[in-house]
């Protein structure tokens, strides 16, 4: 527990104080989901492709084992059984613990031995772009034999299912090695059928605003720039998918506001998404859109709950974080559904190869609406770095 101050509560004996979840399964689940998308959001911001999926293997369908936790204490015992054969009724319970997890382990390098492909399910669970060094971390948990881990790690590269992306790279200048790239033929395909399915979107015309609520709701909202009237024009168009680029500070809040009226004036229903629930929060306490993480999003579907119908416009905000696994969830929910979709975000944010590339090959497909002008900051030079910023320009000197 943390006192006011936000240091641990500590009782007379000096040691920390715990506190047991007292609150339903329903409630545990959110926050759990919650941290889960805060660390994916930050992994992303730090243009890293990584991303942590918190259900077991089984449930995301790996053919592995879960290995157990074992802690500093049954590793110690471990090490002091390797030096004796004296096993003490008191460690038992802990024993116990190191033997299973000793089988399950071994049980996981027999199934890798029969499929090497299983490596790539786990690695591509977490990112979808890999190297070398990410294959030998996986194999590195369960192989200990040299020879047979140097052999797997050619047959897990050299796999039908592996698609190298880049060659090995040497600067010589430097005389830095940069490994190959690899990614997975499920991935690629994955990405194609979410392609698709956005284009063929973009070709369904059902979800269009008239223009007397379009001039209505402009009328109300009379600060609106031109950017961002021609920005709520492209989204309340007809067609069953539309995207937006904003540049942070941009105004795209605001011009939300303005667009989920217009929908909702309309006769459709406007919720909202986002990887991180800070996000989520803002797009439903500055634009008014009820919005959840997209972690939430997805367990409340599997489970039968706030389904999308046609009648429903889903506003996937920051979209230029999301993987392409995670994007391809959501364009498969709406096309079913028959809903639209409103894709809010900025690609530029993260490196072109890592994650974000979801966003900007769909944005590169249908088309997109704009918004360039700072408006957080008064004067033009400040507007202007701002820019240069999400766009990764500078000036040497």
Same mark, same amino acid.
């Given at each position: ?36 998308? =805060? ?43 390797? @030096? +004796? ?42 990112? +979808? ?29 050299? +796999? ?151 009648? =429903? ?81 500078? @000036?040497?000197?």
């Amino acid at each position: 527990m943390l006192g006011p101050d936000g240091k641990p509560i500590r009782n007379d004996a000096g040691k920390i104080v715990y506190q047991l979840w007292a609150g339903s399964v329903d409630d545990f689940n959110a926050f759990r989901d919650g941290w889960f998308a =805060c660390q994916n959001t930050h992994l992303a911001l730090a243009g890293l492709d990584i991303r942590i999926d918190g259900r077991s293997f089984e449930k995301q369908g790996i053919d592995l084992e879960p290995t157990i936790h074992l802690g500093v204490g049954a590793k110690a015992i471990e090490r002091k059984v390797e @030096q +004796s054969d004296h096993k003490s009724e008191t460690s038992t319970p802990k024993l116990e613990r190191i033997e299973l997890q000793e089988e399950r382990r071994s049980e996981n390098a027999r199934r890798i031995q029969r499929r090497p492909e299983i490596v790539l399910d786990l690695i591509t669970r977490e990112k +979808s772009v890999f190297d070398e060094r990410d294959v030998a971390k996986v194999l590195y948990r369960y192989i200990d034999d040299v020879a047979l881990f140097q052999s797997l790690m050619v047959r897990i590269l050299q +796999s039908p299912e592996a698609l190298r992306l880049e060659r090995e790279r040497i600067t010589f200048a430097t005389g830095i090695r940069t490994p190959a790239k690899y990614t997975t033929r499920e991935i690629i395909r994955l990405e194609a059928e979410m392609a698709n399915r956005a284009i063929w979107l973009s070709g369904r015309a059902s979800h269009g605003v008239r223009e007397a609520v379009l001039q209505a709701t402009f009328a109300r909202h009379s600060r609106l720039s031109n950017e961002q009237r021609t920005a709520i024009e492209h989204v309340a168009g007809a067609t069953r998918i539309a995207a937006v680029i904003g540049r942070a500070g941009a105004g795209k809040t605001t011009m939300m506001k303005a667009a989920r009226e217009a929908w909702e004036t309309a006769g459709y229903r406007v919720v909202g998404g986002a990887l991180a629930g800070k996000a989520a929060e803002g797009l439903e306490k500055e634009a008014g859109i009820v919005s959840r993480t997209l972690s939430s999003w997805e367990l409340r579907w599997n489970q039968g709950r706030n389904q999308l119908d046609d009648r =429903c416009v889903f506003v996937l905000d920051e979209a230029g974080m999301v993987s392409s696994r995670q994007m391809a969830f959501f364009v498969e929910a709406v096309t079913e559904a028959g809903a639209k979709l409103v894709l809010v975000g900025d690609p530029e944010q993260l490196q072109p190869i890592e994650a974000g590339a979801a966003f900007r090959a769909i944005a590169g497909r249908i088309g997109y609406a704009e918004l360039e002008t700072i408006y957080r900051q008064r004067q033009q030079w400040m507007r202007d770095a701002s820019l240069d910023l999400a766009r990764q320009r500078r @000036q040497s000197g």
